[in-house]
């Protein structure tokens, strides 16, 4: 038995793909501390950074009332609330990924701050939909979610639109 | 690739989540690999990893960049501290016989997977019986492929003490696989 040939097949240890997955999202959806000295404010629109403030925290807000929501459903929604976890996790990455662009302003691309503030806008807007959702008796899920993967495809729009 | 390495580094250590994304992409199995191979418990060895780049992300700003091998050298860092305090705080529960197998093995033929198997789990059983630094001699020499160089980088030792140890690593493997 050669030990060098054994060992080196240990490099096909790998770790659960799914885990892995999991992992990735909850790690990233955390904020690091930074050394960065410039601040948005100092550049740009005191008013857009708090609309997306805003959005951000009404997303936030909204996701985990979709997921209680679903909790307390009759049935097995585990699915339905395991899909809302992954997308919320997704949306904090690209909250994550936005704030990194707005604190690096020479990476923006300014001509499309218009655009992302329609944007914003809109997300507003589904956020004001599915509030009106909430306060129904006879809550669909599915539409719930329906809001937030559109609102999660706009964050992902925003991301794209600031990338120079 | 270094470049390219250095760029997502220096992008991460600014904040950036997707070029974190993409080193843990690169770094994660082999960090995973790392721990597993020391603690011999898969659920064990998920939560250390996802603990060990959670830190790294959390304290990003921390990380000197010098090159590509000193980042890989933070994570075990990072590593050997997480499994330490691991083993600190909790002793292990696994009986090292009755290991289950290996995660995500590459399937060969059924005959050569059941030969396969038994000296896979002979060579874990015996990994955790060196000690701490010839472990990670041994994982980082003969499982990653590290030159002696670049393990005596991240252990911060000398080439010759490498050498030294794999040397005596390697004879201790032997001799408990052949008993």
């Known amino acids: 038995m050669n030990i060098f040939e054994i060992l080196k097949e240990l490099k096909n240890i790998k770790p659960d793909q799914e885990y892995a997955k999991q992992s990735r999202y909850l790690i990233l959806s955390q904020t690091p501390q930074t050394d960065k000295k410039i601040t948005v404010a100092e550049i740009f629109d005191w008013i857009f950074i708090h609309r997306l403030a805003t959005a951000a925290s009404l997303i936030s807000v909204f996701i985990l009332l979709v997921i209680l929501s679903i909790s307390y459903l009759p049935g097995n929604k585990n699915s339905l609330v395991a899909e809302a976890d992954e997308i919320n996790a997704s949306i904090q990455i690209k909250l994550n990924d936005i704030g990194y662009q707005l604190q690096n302003p020479t990476e923006i691309n300014i001509e499309e701050i218009p655009n992302v503030q329609k944007k914003l806008e809109e997300i507003t807007k589904l956020m004001e939909e599915a509030q009106t959702l909430n306060e129904n008796k006879d809550k669909k899920i599915e539409e719930y979610l329906k809001k937030i993967k559109a609102a999660q495809t706009l964050f992902t729009e925003i991301e794209s639109l600031l990338v120079k | ?179």
Do not use: C
């Not at chain 2, 789990?121 to 010839?134: F, G, H, S, T």
């Open chain 2, 1 to 179: 690739m270094i470049e390219e390495q250095q760029k997502l580094i220096k992008e991460a250590i600014a904040g950036k989540p997707a070029s974190f994304g993409s080193l843990y992409d690169h770094y994660q199995p082999i960090v995973y690999r790392f721990i597993y191979l020391k603690v011999s418990h898969k659920e064990e060895a998920e939560d250390l990893t996802h603990q060990v780049f959670l830190s790294a992300w959390l304290n990003i700003s921390e990380f000197k960049i010098k090159k590509e091998a000193s980042f890989i050298g933070w994570l075990y860092q990072i590593s050997r501290n997480k499994v330490i305090d691991h083993y600190r705080t909790k002793k292990p529960t696994v009986d090292i016989d009755n290991i289950a197998d290996p995660p995500e093995i590459e399937k060969k033929s059924s005959e050569e997977t059941e030969d396969f198997k038994i000296k896979i789990k002979m060579v874990k059983r015996a990994i955790p019986l060196l000690n701490e630094i010839e472990q990670d001699v041994v994982i980082m020499r003969f499982i990653e492929d590290l030159k002696p160089k670049e393990v005596a980088e991240i252990l911060k030792k000398s080439e010759g003490s490498i050498r030294l140890i794999q040397h005596r690593a390697i004879n201790k493997l032997k001799n408990i696989l052949n008993k």
